[in-house]
């Protein structure tokens, strides 16, 4: 996957994305589609006008490829992945399974909304909530435990994972990994890691936008576990419109399915998720690599570079935020996160373009 192949045969598919004129190293963050990603919504939206109600045949198939695509990107059967908008409604359907009050234990690095929803559900009573620094964190006496595989802000990967959830089993926890900076940029297999739930989603590394998002429920708990956040799409043939008491769900994963979905957000990550499972993890992670690694030689402060972190590189300064809005101003798109300057190369970047952005990068400090 050198320069000149992903110009010949990766490059023509994002002619729209491409055109704009900037340096854009904030792939971490919202991810850029390719132009198959508006034909395939336009093909969605004109079945609509074509077929009225027969566009469901459409949407059905779209939203089933969107599990089956992320299926195979995680290592989990199709029906385990359970579509939802966002990573935080896919946390919310969990922590709401549990019957009884549960003790959740964290990590002070989980991104804001995951963070957000467990501390508005410690103060409305609904959780115990124990949060510490990641490398603190102990599963004793909790009941589920929260984590993300790889950092938000700093982009480290998570050490000793398997062993963390072993651990975290053995103390009587379940663990939900939050894998939204993992999968798609670093091989995944939910099912060796013998985690119980994940949630992660494609508005970054798999191009997919805002609005696809999914929650990974493992065999054994999604036939018996039931959340209330439910809707008539989690029904037992619910075309027939049959109202047994005590209800009855759909198999597998369709349990946890809720009311009548968004139908276009699925479908408008298909296109990326494809091409990530076309290109294959593990070769854009080593495309990954040596990208950072060249960063890192252009800017020795740079941190991340080596396979301990996910796919972005990061500035500790003070001034992340206006060292941000200053190389914006000059056509170099990066984020900060605190004192946290984000840059994340991707297939999209040629060689050129990062010695430029470093040069720039260097002006503005
Ligand atoms: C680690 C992580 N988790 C989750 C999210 C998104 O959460 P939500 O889909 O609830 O907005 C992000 C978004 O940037 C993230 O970085």
Redo the contacts with the bound molecule.
């Keep these: 996957m050198d320069e000149s192949w992903l110009r010949q045969e990766i490059f023509p598919r994002f002619s729209r994305a491409l055109a704009r004129d900037e340096i854009y190293l904030a792939n971490h963050?919202l991810g850029r589609p390719p132009d198959r990603m508006a034909e395939d919504v336009r093909a969605a939206l004109d079945a609509w006008y074509r077929d009225m109600d027969g566009a469901w045949a459409t949407w059905l198939e779209g939203r089933e490829k969107f599990r089956a695509l992320t299926g195979r990107l995680v290592g989990v059967a199709k029906h385990l992945i359970i579509p939802k908008t966002?990573?935080?409604q896919g946390l919310r359907a969990v922590l709401n399974s549990f019957s009884k009050k549960p003790r959740v234990v964290t990590s002070d690095g989980e991104?804001d909304?995951?963070d957000f929803i467990l501390r508005v559900y410690r103060e409305q009573g609904r959780i115990e909530l124990k949060i510490v620094p990641w490398r603190e964190l102990d599963p004793s006496g909790a009941d589920l435990m929260v984590l993300?595989s790889v950092m938000?802000r700093t982009g480290e990967v998570v050490a000793d994972l398997p062993k963390r959830i072993d651990d975290a089993h053995a103390a009587g926890a379940l663990v939900l990994l939050?894998v939204?900076?993992h999968a798609g940029v670093l091989p995944l297999d939910l099912a060796t890691l013998k985690a119980d739930f994940a949630v992660g989603?494609s508005?970054k590394y798999t191009r997919g936008g805002p609005g696809a998002?999914w929650l990974y429920v493992r065999p054994g708990l999604v036939e018996t576990l039931r959340t209330p956040d439910t809707g008539w799409f989690a029904k037992k043939d619910m075309f027939t419109y049959a109202r047994p008491e005590p209800p009855e769900f759909g198999p597998g994963g369709d349990a946890w399915l809720e009311s009548t979905p968004p139908v276009l957000a699925p479908i408008q990550a298909l296109a990326g998720l494809e091409l990530t499972l076309e290109l294959g993890v593990e070769r854009i992670r080593s495309h990954n690599l040596e990208q950072k690694a060249l960063l890192a030689s252009l800017i020795p402060d740079l941190q991340g570079a080596g396979d301990d972190h996910g796919a972005f590189v990061t500035l500790k300064h003070p001034g992340a935020q206006v060292i941000a809005s200053t190389l914006r101003d000059r056509k170099v798109k990066v984020d900060a996160r605190g004192d946290y300057l984000r840059l994340c190369p991707d297939i999209l970047n040629p060689r050129a373009e990062l010695e430029r952005a470093a040069r720039i990068l260097h002006s503005a400090l």
């Design positions: 963050s966002s990573a935080g991104f909304s995951l993300s938000f939050d939204y900076h989603g508005y998002c």
